[in-house]
Protein backbone atom coordinates (compact mmCIF):
# COMPACT_ATOMS: atom_id res chain seq x y z
CA UNK A 1 0.00 0.00 0.00
CA UNK A 2 1.69 3.41 -1.16
CA UNK A 3 0.01 6.52 0.23
CA UNK A 4 1.25 9.66 -1.72
CA UNK A 5 0.04 13.30 -0.56
CA UNK A 6 -1.25 15.54 -3.49
CA UNK A 7 -1.85 18.27 -1.18
CA UNK A 8 -3.50 19.71 1.89
CA UNK A 9 -6.62 18.21 1.11
CA UNK A 10 -5.96 15.49 -1.19
CA UNK A 11 -4.14 12.12 -0.73
CA UNK A 12 -3.32 9.02 -3.70
CA UNK A 13 -3.43 5.69 -2.23
CA UNK A 14 -2.28 2.82 -4.59
CA UNK A 15 -3.36 -0.52 -3.47
CA UNK A 16 -2.28 -3.80 -5.33
CA UNK A 17 -3.81 -7.55 -5.50
CA UNK A 18 -1.53 -8.77 -3.12
CA UNK A 19 -1.92 -5.64 -0.61
CA UNK A 20 -5.96 -7.38 -0.42
CA UNK A 21 -5.01 -10.73 -0.53
CA UNK A 22 -2.63 -10.18 2.70
CA UNK A 23 -5.99 -9.18 4.14
CA UNK A 24 -7.99 -11.79 2.68
CA UNK A 25 -9.76 -8.78 0.98
CA UNK A 26 -10.95 -9.32 -3.12
CA UNK A 27 -11.05 -6.24 -5.01
CA UNK A 28 -14.53 -6.58 -5.55
CA UNK A 29 -15.50 -6.29 -2.12
CA UNK A 30 -14.21 -2.56 -1.70
CA UNK A 31 -17.38 -1.62 -3.76
CA UNK A 32 -19.53 -1.86 -0.63
CA UNK A 33 -17.45 -3.37 1.98
CA UNK A 34 -17.21 -5.27 5.57
CA UNK A 35 -15.60 -5.26 8.63
CA UNK A 36 -12.47 -5.84 6.83
CA UNK A 37 -12.67 -3.19 4.49
CA UNK A 38 -13.34 -0.93 7.01
CA UNK A 39 -9.73 -1.85 8.88
CA UNK A 40 -8.17 -1.56 5.68
CA UNK A 41 -9.55 1.79 5.38
CA UNK A 42 -8.86 2.64 9.22
CA UNK A 43 -4.98 1.33 8.36
CA UNK A 44 -4.98 3.48 5.47
CA UNK A 45 -5.98 6.89 6.78
CA UNK A 46 -3.35 6.25 10.16
CA UNK A 47 -0.76 5.51 8.13
CA UNK A 48 -1.76 8.78 5.71
CA UNK A 49 -1.44 10.59 9.32
CA UNK A 50 2.26 9.03 10.34
CA UNK A 51 3.90 8.85 6.98
CA UNK A 52 2.49 12.38 4.72
CA UNK A 53 0.61 14.18 7.67
CA UNK A 54 -3.16 13.83 6.42
CA UNK A 55 -5.56 14.55 8.62
CA UNK A 56 -8.95 13.91 8.06
CA UNK A 57 -10.58 15.44 11.59
CA UNK A 58 -14.67 15.44 11.28
CA UNK A 59 -14.33 16.64 7.63
CA UNK A 60 -16.53 14.26 5.12
CA UNK A 61 -13.88 12.09 2.53
CA UNK A 62 -14.89 11.91 -1.03
CA UNK A 63 -13.10 8.84 -2.66
CA UNK A 64 -12.92 8.05 -5.60
CA UNK A 65 -11.59 4.74 -7.01
CA UNK A 66 -9.36 4.21 -10.54
CA UNK A 67 -8.76 0.73 -11.42
CA UNK A 68 -5.45 0.80 -13.61
CA UNK A 69 -5.05 -2.58 -14.19
CA UNK A 70 -6.54 -5.84 -12.64
CA UNK A 71 -4.13 -6.08 -10.37
CA UNK A 72 -4.05 -2.10 -8.81
CA UNK A 73 -6.54 0.28 -8.09
CA UNK A 74 -5.88 3.91 -7.07
CA UNK A 75 -7.58 5.14 -4.61
CA UNK A 76 -7.99 9.48 -4.46
CA UNK A 77 -8.97 10.76 -1.58
CA UNK A 78 -10.29 14.18 -0.87
CA UNK A 79 -11.27 16.30 2.35
CA UNK A 80 -14.10 18.00 1.68
CA UNK A 81 -14.33 20.83 3.68
CA UNK A 82 -18.10 22.46 2.23
CA UNK A 83 -20.29 19.77 2.04
CA UNK A 84 -22.56 21.92 -0.77
CA UNK A 85 -19.30 22.01 -2.81
CA UNK A 86 -19.60 18.51 -3.13
CA UNK A 87 -23.62 18.56 -4.14
CA UNK A 88 -23.06 20.87 -6.87
CA UNK A 89 -19.75 19.13 -8.24
CA UNK A 90 -21.18 15.91 -8.15
CA UNK A 91 -25.14 17.21 -8.97
CA UNK A 92 -25.18 15.23 -11.83
CA UNK A 93 -23.72 12.09 -10.10
CA UNK A 94 -25.78 9.85 -7.97
CA UNK A 95 -25.41 10.01 -4.12
CA UNK A 96 -24.12 7.14 -2.86
CA UNK A 97 -26.02 4.80 0.25
CA UNK A 98 -24.84 4.16 3.61
CA UNK A 99 -21.81 1.80 3.71
CA UNK A 100 -22.60 0.34 6.95
CA UNK A 101 -26.27 -0.42 6.61
CA UNK A 102 -26.32 -3.87 7.65
CA UNK A 103 -29.19 -4.20 4.98
CA UNK A 104 -26.52 -3.99 2.33
CA UNK A 105 -26.10 -6.53 -0.06
CA UNK A 106 -23.07 -7.48 -1.58
CA UNK A 107 -23.18 -5.04 -4.72
CA UNK A 108 -25.68 -2.42 -4.19
CA UNK A 109 -24.46 0.63 -4.70
CA UNK A 110 -21.06 2.17 -5.02
CA UNK A 111 -20.49 3.42 -1.29
CA UNK A 112 -17.81 3.31 0.60
CA UNK A 113 -16.16 4.85 3.59
CA UNK A 114 -15.83 8.56 5.18
CA UNK A 115 -15.15 10.99 7.72
CA UNK A 116 -12.38 9.17 9.30
CA UNK A 117 -11.40 9.90 13.06
CA UNK A 118 -9.86 7.16 14.68
CA UNK A 119 -13.03 5.18 12.97
CA UNK A 120 -15.11 5.76 10.17
CA UNK A 121 -18.08 7.55 10.60
CA UNK A 122 -21.72 7.11 9.45
CA UNK A 123 -23.14 10.38 8.96
CA UNK A 124 -20.80 11.60 6.34
CA UNK A 125 -21.35 11.49 2.66
CA UNK A 126 -18.33 9.53 0.58
CA UNK A 127 -18.59 9.43 -3.31
CA UNK A 128 -17.16 6.27 -4.95
CA UNK A 129 -16.96 5.40 -8.47
CA UNK A 130 -15.38 3.07 -11.05
CA UNK A 131 -14.19 7.09 -11.99
CA UNK A 132 -16.53 10.10 -11.47
CA UNK A 133 -15.92 10.63 -15.39
CA UNK A 134 -17.45 7.31 -16.75
CA UNK A 135 -21.39 6.06 -17.31
CA UNK A 136 -22.22 2.70 -19.09
CA UNK A 137 -25.65 2.13 -20.63
CA UNK A 138 -26.86 -0.93 -22.38
CA UNK A 139 -29.03 -1.40 -25.10
CA UNK A 140 -31.49 -4.12 -26.73
CA UNK A 141 -29.21 -4.52 -30.32
CA UNK A 142 -26.84 -2.90 -32.41
CA UNK A 143 -29.27 -0.60 -34.50
CA UNK A 144 -30.66 1.11 -31.28
CA UNK A 145 -26.92 1.86 -30.08
CA UNK A 146 -26.31 2.68 -34.27
CA UNK A 147 -29.73 5.29 -33.49
CA UNK A 148 -27.77 6.75 -30.27
CA UNK A 149 -24.73 7.45 -31.65
CA UNK A 150 -26.47 9.75 -34.76
CA UNK A 151 -28.23 11.56 -31.92
CA UNK A 152 -25.29 12.82 -30.14
CA UNK A 153 -22.43 12.96 -32.70
CA UNK A 154 -22.62 16.47 -33.21
CA UNK A 155 -22.59 17.07 -29.61
CA UNK A 156 -19.94 13.68 -28.09
CA UNK A 157 -16.42 13.88 -28.90
CA UNK A 158 -15.59 11.82 -25.64
CA UNK A 159 -13.98 8.19 -25.63
CA UNK A 160 -16.39 5.43 -25.81
CA UNK A 161 -16.33 1.57 -25.99
CA UNK A 162 -19.11 -1.01 -26.82
CA UNK A 163 -19.17 -4.18 -25.63
CA UNK A 164 -21.55 -7.16 -26.31
CA UNK A 165 -22.58 -9.55 -23.65
CA UNK A 166 -22.66 -13.27 -24.53
CA UNK A 167 -24.96 -13.89 -22.35
CA UNK A 168 -28.04 -11.69 -23.37
CA UNK A 169 -26.49 -10.21 -26.52
CA UNK A 170 -26.97 -6.78 -25.31
CA UNK A 171 -24.72 -4.28 -26.27
CA UNK A 172 -23.04 -2.24 -23.47
CA UNK A 173 -21.56 1.55 -24.20
CA UNK A 174 -19.22 3.18 -21.91
CA UNK A 175 -19.31 6.63 -22.10
CA UNK A 176 -16.10 8.81 -21.06
CA UNK A 177 -16.72 12.44 -19.90
CA UNK A 178 -13.48 13.07 -21.21
CA UNK A 179 -12.82 17.33 -22.68
CA UNK A 180 -16.84 17.75 -21.59
CA UNK A 181 -17.66 19.52 -18.89
CA UNK A 182 -20.59 18.14 -16.39
CA UNK A 183 -23.50 19.78 -18.17
CA UNK A 184 -22.35 18.68 -21.33
CA UNK A 185 -21.78 15.20 -20.17
CA UNK A 186 -24.96 14.99 -18.12
CA UNK A 187 -27.09 16.20 -21.40
CA UNK A 188 -25.27 13.23 -23.65
CA UNK A 189 -26.13 10.43 -20.66
CA UNK A 190 -29.64 12.17 -20.75
CA UNK A 191 -29.97 11.06 -24.18
CA UNK A 192 -28.47 7.78 -23.64
CA UNK A 193 -31.78 7.23 -21.26
CA UNK A 194 -33.67 7.62 -24.10
CA UNK A 195 -32.49 5.02 -25.80
CA UNK A 196 -31.34 2.53 -23.41
CA UNK A 197 -30.91 1.78 -20.01
CA UNK A 198 -28.06 2.82 -17.45
CA UNK A 199 -26.27 0.22 -15.60
CA UNK A 200 -24.28 0.10 -12.79
CA UNK A 201 -20.59 0.89 -12.78
CA UNK A 202 -17.98 0.15 -10.20
CA UNK A 203 -14.29 -0.75 -10.62
CA UNK A 204 -15.06 -4.11 -10.60
CA UNK A 205 -17.75 -3.69 -13.19
CA UNK A 206 -15.76 -2.41 -15.39
CA UNK A 207 -12.73 -4.73 -14.96
CA UNK A 208 -15.47 -7.48 -15.39
CA UNK A 209 -16.17 -5.95 -18.62
CA UNK A 210 -12.76 -6.35 -20.28
CA UNK A 211 -12.60 -9.53 -19.23
CA UNK A 212 -15.59 -11.48 -19.97
CA UNK A 213 -17.74 -8.99 -22.45
CA UNK A 214 -16.76 -9.16 -26.34
CA UNK A 215 -15.05 -5.96 -27.20
CA UNK A 216 -16.81 -4.15 -30.46
CA UNK A 217 -15.41 -0.60 -30.89
CA UNK A 218 -12.55 0.58 -28.51
CA UNK A 219 -11.59 4.35 -27.87
CA UNK A 220 -13.99 5.80 -30.19
CA UNK A 221 -17.49 3.89 -30.72
CA UNK A 222 -19.72 6.72 -31.04
CA UNK A 223 -17.33 8.41 -33.73
CA UNK A 224 -17.37 5.19 -35.40
CA UNK A 225 -21.26 4.08 -35.71
CA UNK A 226 -21.85 7.92 -36.50
CA UNK A 227 -20.59 6.76 -40.00
CA UNK A 228 -22.93 3.91 -40.33
Do not use: W
Not at 99 to 113: A, N, Q, R, T
Not at 176 to 190: A, D, M, T
Amino acid sequence: MKIERINDNQIKCTLTRSDLASRQIRMSELVYGNEKTKGLFQDMMEQASSEVGFEASDLPLMIEAIPVSMDCIVLMITKVEDPDEMDAKFSSFTRMNDLFSDEKEPGEGHGLITGFKGAPKKDHIAEITSSSMERLFSFPDLDTVISFAHHISDIYHGESTLYKCPDNNRYYLLLCKSSHNIKEFGLVCNSALEYGSKEPLTFARSAYLDEHYQKIIIGNAIQSLAFV
